[in-house]
């Protein structure tokens, strides 16, 4: 997003210096400073126009550090999901496990009674016929 502002202001202040005549000399030795006061002055010349440019151009830099921000911030919340997501899948497993473990006794369990019922009903059949 940053190439492409660059991208469009870059054009734009060379369309506007080709399209006014007006042809800055910028030498070596200019400072930053300079260059950037050049460029402002450059848009400015233009009236409402290049005044315009500015405020699009400094309305998109503040948009794009707001999304910036927001797209840290999301990525945080959802770095924050999936940890949580992740603890919650841990204790789920750990129940599960623990419910087999008593589905197993119980299965264990109704089997013993299963024999013992099994073996109590072969006693009362066997009295019987005596």
Do not use: W
């Not at 290049?50 to 921000?69: H, K, P, S, W």
């Amino acid at each position: 997003m940053k190439n492409l502002l660059f991208f469009f202001f870059s054009f734009c202040s060379v369309g506007i210096a080709f399209a006014s005549g007006h042809h800055p000399e910028i030498d070596a030795s200019t400072s930053t400073g300079n260059l950037i006061d050049n460029i402002v002055s450059a848009f400015l010349s233009q009236g409402i126009t290049g005044a315009m440019l500015i405020v699009i151009g400094f309305y998109l830099y503040r948009t794009e550090n707001q999304a910036r921000d927001d797209r840290v911030e999301l990525t945080r919340k959802l770095e924050d999901l999936v940890l949580r997501s992740q603890d919650n899948l841990i204790d789920v497993k750990s129940e599960v496990a623990a419910m087999k473990v008593e589905i197993a006794g119980i299965k264990s369990e109704l089997g013993n009674n299963g024999r013992e019922l099994e073996s109590l009903r072969d006693f009362l059949m066997t009295n019987r016929t005596k």
